[in-house]
Each structure stands twice: as C-alpha cells, then as structure tokens.
C-alpha cells in the first residue's frame, strides 16, 4: 500500500516538473515575440515620426515674387510668375526636380512639374515660351515650370537647395498654364502650393495689380 502511493507521488512530481518547464519554455516564447514585436513598433514609429518631420520642414520658402507683363495688343494681362525661393528653416536638402506646384485660378487647376529649360550652368533662365513654338524643340507646355539659380554654394547645374545660401527663382508662365495666350488679367487672383518630394508644403496667393495702365510688355509688376 505504501509502495503504492510513493510511486504515485513520484508520478505526480514529474508530472508537475513536466508541466513547469513547459510553462517557463512557452513565457520564454511569449517573451521572445513580445520583445521583437515592440522592437518592430518602436521602428515603425521612429520611420512615420521622421516622415512626419520631414513633411514639415523640408520644403521651401518664398523670399520674394514679381510679375511680367503681357503686352498682348488687345490690352495688358501678367504672363511670367517669378518667386525667389529658399530652404525653409531646418529644411533638408529640397530638388526641384521632384517638387510640384499645384496652380489653381478662377479658370484653371494644373499640377505643375519642374522642366530644366536652363543652359548647364544652370544659373541663366532657359525659354519659357510655349514648347516648339520657334520650332527649336524647347519651352515649356501647360503643365510645366521652370527654374534657375541665383546663388548655389555647389553645383548649379542640379536644381538643388541644400543650404540656407542657396536661392533659386521659379517660373512660371501663366499665358501657357491657362492656355489663353495672354496670361491672369488685372486684379484676378492665383493660388500656388508648392510641395517637395517629402511632402513639405508651401502655399502662397498672389493677386495680379488692379491696374497696369502706363506698363509695357515685360515690364515687372510687384505681386
């Protein structure tokens, strides 16, 4: 009888060392999932967290911004938009290359790439006519802008801001954007929002000067 029950109780105590060292192997598991899991969240913020940072400061600002007359014969309208731009503050490095405008007017709505019409130094502007209008294969269509470089610390022949230095002028000619040959009449408003690669934004609303009596064909008006 009593041979019996010790054999019973050696039972159960391996029974029960059985069972708790399956139970330290499974929190051991548990353990191992939770803190590559965590391990993958804390990436995954840290990623969305820069994203998100970038979207706020690498974009541009603009420094100034005038207009050009259009002389078109039947009356005066502004077809060249110039904005003088920069990095924003604490902005990285901003490409024209893959920053678009979003254009939108009374009569238009255009998302605008940026085409390098410019010669390979990159800091004279290039032809901002209507593309192959003097049958020379360049200029600009209805969804294109162009730019140039006033001042680049490195290479200006990447359209490139990567310093506080660097200053590019922007163009855009509204004559082919409206696709009116003769650009936004007086006191008609445009609204441009200027977006990088990252997704850094930069709105500005320019209304055209409710008289240009007295301006010739590419004189600069104030916007």
């Known amino acids: 009888m009593f041979e019996d029950t010790d054999a019973d109780r050696g039972q159960v105590g391996i029974g029960t060392l059985i069972v708790f060292i399956a139970m330290v192997l499974v929190a051991a598991i548990a353990a191992g999932v939770l803190v590559n899991t965590a391990g993958f969240l804390q990436a995954t913020a840290e990623d969305a967290g820069q994203e998100s940072v970038d ?14 007359v259009n002389d078109t014969g039947d ?3 502004v077809d060249s938009l110039n904005l003088t731009v920069r990095l924003a503050a604490g902005s990285g490095s901003v490409s024209l290359d893959s920053t678009t405008i979003k254009y939108v007017s009374s009569g238009t709505a255009e998302n605008l790439v940026f085409k390098d019409t410019s010669p390979d130094d990159g800091q004279t502007i290039g032809p901002v006519h209507k593309w192959n209008e003097s049958g020379d294969e360049k200029g600009l269509n209805s969804t294109e802008y ?6 680049d610390d490195d290479d200006s022949s990447y359209p490139v801001l990567n ?19 003769e650009g936004l009449s007086t006191g008609e408003s445009v609204e441009l929002d200027i977006t990088s690669r990252d997704g850094g934004s930069t709105q500005v609303i320019y209304t055209m000067p409710q008289q240009l009596a007295g301006q010739s064909d590419n004189d600069p008006v104030p916007l």
Do not use: C, M, P, W
Not at 59 to 68: A, F, K, W
Not at 146 to 151: D, G, Q, S
């Open 55 to 68: 979207k706020v400061t690498n974009r541009l600002d603009v420094v100034s911004s005038h207009g050009l």
């Open 163 to 181: 310093s506080q230095a660097d200053r590019f002028e922007i163009v855009i000619n509204s004559s082919l954007v409206e696709q009116n040959g």
């Open 75 to 77: 009356g005066l309208a």
């Open 146 to 151: 162009t730019a140039y470089a006033l001042e």
